[in-house]
């Protein structure tokens, strides 16, 4: 259990949980997309969204995992309204395909809720290519894809293709939409001089995995706030905002960054259980208290500061013009 318990000016702490965090809350006419909601922290989210009447894609690279995740949840609230739809993040091909069937389904979009681990990914070996614009590149390699996920080239692509979705939701139904970007304070604890290395695609010899993790970090609270901006010039009722949902005791383990019997035993102390990982992805996703908020970080189900680097509006501009190059957009 997360030792740290003191409440903040939410009213909730490091100890609260996603049910906690929404309680009373009523998501009933609302259209959610989960990525990575076949496991840990994703499938808590669905769980509890659904919970609270909310419609829920299940956005996921193994349906037949995430079928089962869904028969889980149904087991416990035969009430919940769930689909299962595939989606790879680390193919652009699937993610076009995924975006394309979600418009054809003429579902309604008025959350977006991006929770599926870059380092699930990066830490294994890659056999397929990126339909990217290669224009300055040579041929993919295992490293040049790894920088792909640095940079978060799957759920930015999903963004874009959805935000019409989004906004035409936003105006019919009245409703605030809201984009929820899980990040990590990795990006506060890996991080280059620079803040995206834009020009070290090619550089092997410079490449560390925690650095790189903690790139993709940061990467994921500069999409959201130059979301926000562009939302807030276009007076658009979206908005978007990112967090770190804590250190989940189960991930940290499996991954293998700790193997010793020492943290096997304090895990349950010192870190957060996957009800209380998931409860800041659905505090900001639901709760009152984050109405018209946007561009922040949060932590703890409360309002956070990220690093300096994480506010420089000129590096998100370019990590988006960058984005929309690489994921032929622009």
């Not at 889980?72 to 595939?86: C, G, Q, S, T």
């Not at 809201?178 to 990040?183: C, D, P």
Request: with cysteine.
């Amino acid at each position: 259990m997360w030792i740290l318990g003191r409440k903040g000016p939410s009213g909730f702490s490091a100890c609260s949980t996603a049910e906690e965090v929404t309680k009373g809350i009523d998501g009933t006419g609302l259209t959610a997309i989960v990525t990575g909601a076949s496991s840990g922290i994703g499938t808590e989210t669905t769980r509890i969204l659904a919970l609270r009447g909310v419609h829920v894609v299940m956005a996921v690279r193994n349906t037949d995992t995430g079928r089962k995740a869904k028969e889980a949840i149904l087991k416990e609230n035969p009430n919940a309204k769930l689909d299962v739809m595939e989606l790879d993040l680390g193919s652009m091909a699937s993610v076009r395909k995924f975006g394309s069937e979600y418009k054809s389904s003429g579902l309604p979009l008025n959350l977006l809720i991006m929770s599926a681990q870059w380092l699930q990914n990066v830490l294994k070996k890659h056999d397929r290519s990126f339909e990217c614009k290669l224009d300055s590149l040579p041929k993919w390699s295992e490293f040049q894809l790894r920088f792909i996920e640095q940079i978060n080239a799957g759920h930015f692509l999903l963004t874009n293709i959805l935000l019409e979705t989004m906004k035409s939701t936003a105006r019919e139904s009245q409703k605030e939409g809201r984009i929820v970007i899980v990040s990590s304070e990795a990006h506060r604890w890996f991080r280059y001089p620079e803040g995206v290395r834009f020009d070290k695609i090619n550089d092997k010899s410079s490449f560390r995995t925690m650095y790189a993790y903690g790139q993709s970090k940061l990467a994921n609270i500069l999409h959201a706030n130059e979301l926000a901006k562009r939302f807030k010039e276009e007076g658009v009722e979206i908005t978007a905002n990112s967090l770190h949902p804590g250190v989940i005791g189960t991930n940290i383990l499996r991954h293998r960054w700790f193997v010793n019997g020492v943290l096997n035993t304090l895990a349950k102390y010192f870190f957060k259980s996957i009800p209380q990982g998931a409860a800041t992805t659905c505090y900001v996703a639901l709760h009152p208290q984050v109405k018209g908020v946007s561009g922040e970080y949060f932590s703890d189900s409360n309002l956070a500061k990220p690093i300096a680097l994480a506010k420089d509006e000129e590096l998100a501009k370019k990590l988006w013009d960058f984005s929309l190059s690489l994921t032929d957009l622009k």
